[in-house]
Structure formats: C-alpha cells, structure tokens
C-alpha cells in the first residue's frame, strides 16, 4: 500500500484539471502572441484564466502575471522592488522560504541592502511589536514575511502587517504559496503589494505559478524578450500550465470548506492516533498542531532517534512518503534552516505529515501502525526516549 502524505511538497494534478488541460495538448496548441485566429483561442484562454484567479482573490485582471511558479515569482518582487524603488532595507524573518532569504542574501551580500529579521516567538510566531519598531527606525522599507510556513504550518496575520505597511509606508509583499486554494483572500481588503502562487501546491500542474503585483507598483522586468505578460515577464506563455492552474484554483476555491473540514479532521486524527500509539516522548513543532493556528494539512512532529536509520526513509522503504523538513531541504545535511530559528528538540527527528484531500483515514492507520512497528522493533529507542522525559 502507497501513502502519499507530502503535499506541502506537491499534489497530485486533480482530474477535472487534467481535462481541462487536455485541449491546450491536442487542438489549441497556437501561439498565443500570434495574430491569426488559432492564436487568438489561445490567447482568450490566457485572458480567461487571468480573470478566474483575480475574481478568486479580489483582484483586478491586470494585476495577476503568470509566472513558472512561486520561486520566480518571489524573485521578481523581491527583486524587482530593490532594484525599481532602490530600497535599501528589508525586513523578513528566519523561517522564510529559501526562494526568499537567499534572494535577500544575495542582495545584501552585494551591498544592495540591509536585511532585518524580526524576532519570532518560541512557537516561530511573528512578534508585530517588534516589526512594528523596526518599521518605524526604518521608513520606506521593504517587508517580505510569508502567509503559511511550508515546515511548521504557522500562519502569520498579513492582515495586521498590510496595516502595519500602509501606516508605515512600507512596501510588502507575502509568499501565500502554502495558502493559496487553502484560505480565502480578499486583496480588497488588505494593502498588499506582491503575492504569489504556484500551481502544484494546490492539484495543478508543476512549473507554473503567479504573481499578484498592485496596481500601485511596477517593477523591472528579470526576464526580456517578447514583451509578454504585458512586458512584465517575456516567454511564450506556459498555455497549459496556465489553463491548469485557474481550473486547479477554481475548484479549490468552490470545495474550500468541504476540504478544510476534512484535512482538518485527517490532522486531529492523526494526533489522537499518535498519542495512544505507545511511542514516549513526541512533541510537536511550531502551531502545526493547533487546528487555529495553522494550516490543516501540516503537522511537523519530532520522534525520539533510531538507533540505527531515519524514520522518514524506514516509512519510504514502505512505501509511506513523508518529509523531514522541506522538499528543498532534503537536498542538503545541513537541516531544517526552519526548525534551527525555533526553539526544538535537537535530539529527535522532525517529520513533515502534510495532507491533502485524496488522503484518507484508513491511511492514517495504516501510518501510525507503521511509525508502531518501527519503534517496537527498536526497543533502545523507546526506553531512551522514556528516560529523557
């Protein structure tokens, strides 16, 4: 039996989407800059699902730019704003998506900023206090603090921040990829200036994405050539990707609640299962296990060591995928940079569950017999774990 239980990673491309995908594949497959009539089709699908994503969001059509997913999104407005508005100042925190700290430092390292992380609380809560002072000792700042942590679930109030940004005259923007199809946004009602999405994370195709830059802000282009995207990003445009993704956000956005409610439930079942499983000594980290505080579908829990291998590959070799941190993480050894800016455990194992809505109950008992079985086969890991409480 396959388990597939890391979808803050990827999902699986749903299949209302993969038809609607279809056509893009087969009939319309014209250039969408091109004059004739099989490149208008095309170009109408385009303008059709800039439309879908912005009524979804709250925004206007000509605000939404279709990227080839959140890390170039990211890098645009990241980017795009040091170098349009020559700001000379940051302010992000320690648990933000690589796509994002290493853009900034690689700006400062350049000499084009200054980067200030605001402090976090021991759960890796933003502290608004403290931003609050750093804004006001840094006028015409640019803030980049993400909606939903990919690691630890946290969800951050960017209502309060657009706040904070508008008192302060700040520029923000905010990395909603873990959010996206998974809360409702209105960007009527918040002073955001760039958000961004990526196709995948919510049951669309991989390699394509967007970017959400206000009317009141335009930045340098990265890439050139073509004029596309209203000269926003040159390229022919990913025409399937981009057909996918609005019919991805489209039914996460109509099945919301019904998703919600149930990943919720797979989260708390999964805890109450875990509990009575008989393994001493789990915690878990950052809000991912609040049910308020953080995003349904990921729980990051720390097991007691194995003597002998990793959980997360004992649970691979059984065909159970889960995460250790990041999928980006587990490229290197250098650990969850995430759970190095948080107070936790050093001594554990730090596993990433993270549901989606094909997921089901009968799989979370089938994990948590699995997780039993191999602690019980490691009898040393359970009374060390028993005698460090």
Do not use: W
């Not at 699902?49 to 009524?55: C, E, M, N, P």
């Not at 302010?91 to 402090?119: N, P, R, Y």
């Not at 206090?129 to 015409?140: D, G, M, S, T, V």
């Not at 587990?330 to 107070?343: D, E, F, K, M």
């Amino acid at each position: 039996m396959e388990i597939y239980c890391d979808n803050a990673a990827t999902t699986a491309i749903d299949p209302e989407v993969a038809q609607a995908m279809l056509p893009f594949l087969t009939t319309h497959y014209g250039n969408p800059s091109s004059g004739h009539q099989a490149g208008r089709k095309v170009k109408l699908a385009i303008d059709q699902a800039r439309a879908t994503v912005a009524g979804i969001i709250g925004a206007s059509p000509d605000e939404i730019f279709f990227t080839s997913g959140a890390t170039e999104a990211n890098n645009l407005a990241l980017s795009g704003t040091i170098m349009t508005y020559e700001i000379s100042h940051v302010i992000t925190s320690k648990i933000e998506h690589k796509a994002v700290l290493q853009t900034l430092a690689k700006h400062e390292k350049e000499g084009d900023i200054e980067i200030s992380f605001v402090k976090l609380d021991e759960r890796g809560n933003i502290d608004l206090y403290h931003l609050e002072n750093l804004l006001r000792a840094n006028p015409r700042t640019l803030i980049s603090l993400m909606h939903g942590n990919n690691e630890i679930g946290n969800i951050t109030d960017i209502h309060a921040i657009s706040k904070l940004s508008q008192r302060y005259d700040a520029i923000f923007h905010t990395d909603t990829t873990q959010t996206i199809g998974k809360l409702r946004f209105d960007l009527k009602e918040m002073n955001i200036d760039f958000l961004v999405g990526s196709a995948h994370k919510f049951h669309g195709p991989k390699g394509v994405g967007f970017i959400y830059i206000n009317k009141n802000q335009r930045i340098k282009a990265q890439i050139l050539g073509g004029g596309q995207e209203r000269g926003q990003r040159g390229g022919t445009e990913n025409v399937i990707g981009i057909a996918g993704l609005a019919k991805a956000l489209e039914i996460a956005n109509r099945d919301l609640a019904a998703n919600h409610n149930k990943i919720s439930k797979l989260k708390q079942y999964f805890i109450s299962k875990v509990s009575i499983a008989g393994i001493p000594d789990i915690c878990y980290n950052g809000e991912s296990k609040s049910v308020e505080n953080s995003i349904a579908g990921i729980l990051n829990v720390s097991f007691p060591c194995l003597s002998q291998g990793s959980i997360v590959k004992k649970l691979d070799q059984q065909g159970i995928f889960v995460s250790g941190g990041s999928a980006c993480s587990n490229l290197t050894t250098a650990g969850s940079h995430v759970l190095n800016a948080i107070p936790c455990e050093k001594d554990k194992e730090n596993v990433r569950f993270s549901f989606s809505k094909f997921n089901t109950f009968e799989e979370v008992d089938h994990m948590i017999r699995s997780i039993s079985r191999i602690y019980h086969a490691e009898p040393s890991a359970l009374l060390h774990a028993a005698a460090s409480k």
